[in-house]
């Protein structure tokens, strides 16, 4: 091998082109026109680049790149250990932050139980099973510490008492509803509609081709599927499924009411099974499009998982955005609160007997509409006691709510009666043996 040491070099004879075929190594400077083209360049380059740079850059890049990236083809990843610096970082679609329209999809909150047998239950909040003339079937649907890395829960579905076979009517599925004014900026209904992506992780003792389905409500309901495929038993699997924008369907209707489903079926009969793979008009027939392993309701002690649902604006999958517990139960709290032996106090007790009317309640979260109220006795021994001053009672019954989306004026039934025109007072916070489960509900 031959090298060339030299302070300075320069074309002769109006030339505008240098090309060495080995390695170049120059001490000062190359001062050419147009280019300098060697089998590589080692040691430092200092000074201005202009015009393209083709092959690797192997070390340090000192100074100002002025310009794009066009010239990378594909799609190519920058990685650094140090420092990225810019005036601003700005995706091609999409924000940084808040980049995920799933609500709880790290499976973290459980606000009404953390397992169940009802196979039509929120396994966890925001995450709702739905099943349809099983006859058979029971099953434990619960949330698990079982989960990817970097996650700490999952919702897990076991079979305890499997489906002998699955008729053409029945099904099914897991699902999670999103309010239209959420998606406005997909631009749905037009040539500027914008591609979605989903990413999750799932885990099964099955494997085989599962369905999964985006479902849209408006005047004419829209639908699209896409199933995937389990390949490897008892084993994390992260799925991203791209779904195109809807040029051809109604806008997203900006409003607070269910206009996107996404659904993930884990058993589904021949009426439910029709694929739809580009968006078109919904039929029942393509709720679970592209289904085809039921074993999971058909085998004892089968189970399914789900973890890290991300649904995002844009082609690619980003890592699953991670939004603090805090957050996220807030943001669930817009559909569904529960609470434990309330501490409040502001109601009275009327002429009638064994009544408290007007208890007041501020919900610490404003819910999507007017919710509606239920409550049950969950202690040992009663519910929970109300206390005028002087005496108590127990709850045994809640006889109407007046609720909006921020407060309510609840009437009880007591166990006893309480003296007359007294203001009162609910207590017994760490109370096991009289306690009353206050549930309000806004899901779509």
């Not at 940084?96 to 909040?125: C, W």
């Not at 995937?228 to 051809?248: C, F, L, V």
């Not at 609840?410 to 007359?420: A, E, K, R």
Request: hydrophobic share 35%; charged share 15%.
């Amino acid at each position: 091998m031959s090298i060339l040491n030299v302070n300075k070099i320069n074309p002769v004879g109006g030339g505008s082109t240098i090309t060495i075929a080995g390695i170049a190594s120059v001490t000062n400077n190359i001062s050419v026109g147009n280019s300098v083209t060697a089998g590589s360049f080692v040691g430092p380059i200092e000074g201005a680049v202009t015009g393209n740079v083709t092959g690797n850059v192997t070390g340090n890049v000192t100074g100002n790149v002025t310009g794009d990236a066009t010239g990378l083809s594909g799609n190519p990843s920058i990685n650094t250990t140090g420092i990225v610096t810019a005036t601003s970082f700005v995706p091609t679609v999409g924000q940084l932050s808040h980049r995920n329209k799933i609500i709880n999809g790290g499976m973290n909150v459980s606000q009404r139980q953390t397992s169940s047998t009802n196979s039509s239950v929120f396994v966890v909040d925001r995450f709702k099973a739905e099943v349809t003339q099983m006859d058979q079937l029971v099953q434990t649907l619960e949330q698990s510490s079982d989960s990817p890395d970097g996650f700490g829960k999952s919702i897990k579905i076991t079979t305890t008492t499997p489906e002998t076979s699955i008729a053409s009517n029945e099904q099914f599925r897991i699902q999670t509803k999103l309010e239209g004014q959420d998606f406005q900026d997909l631009e749905y209904g037009g040539s500027s509609a914008k591609t979605i992506t989903i990413s999750f992780y799932v885990k099964a003792s099955v494997t085989g081709t599962f369905g999964f389905t985006v479902f849209r409500s408006e005047s004419t309901n829209r639908v699209i599927t896409a199933p995937y495929t389990i390949s490897s038993a008892n084993t994390w699997e992260r799925k991203i499924i791209t779904i195109p924008g809807d040029t051809a369907g109604a806008a997203i209707t900006n409003d607070n009411a269910e206009r996107f489903r996404l659904m993930w079926g884990l058993a589904a009969g021949g009426d439910y099974t029709t694929a739809s793979s580009s968006w078109g008009n919904y039929s029942s027939a393509n709720l679970l499009g592209g289904h085809v392993t039921n074993t999971l309701v058909t085998t004892d002690n089968a189970s399914w998982q789900l973890a890290g649902v991300q649904l995002e604006v844009g082609p690619v999958a980003t890592p699953f955005e991670h939004r603090s517990f805090g957050e996220e139960k807030r943001l669930c709290m817009r559909y569904y609160q529960q609470y434990i032996n309330l501490q409040i106090s502001g109601g009275y007790v009327p002429g009638t007997s064994n009544k408290a009317n007007q208890v007041t309640f501020t919900f610490p979260v404003e819910f999507r509409a007017n919710p509606t109220a239920s409550i049950t006795t969950t202690g040992s021994s009663a519910g929970q006691y109300i206390y005028d001053g002087s005496g108590y009672a127990n709850i045994t019954a809640l006889d109407s709510a007046g609720i909006l989306s921020t407060t309510c004026h609840m009437n009880f039934s007591l166990n006893g009666d309480l003296t007359d025109t007294r203001s009162v007072t609910l207590g017994g916070s760490t109370n096991t043996a009289n306690q009353t489960t206050f549930k309000f509900t806004a899901e779509l």
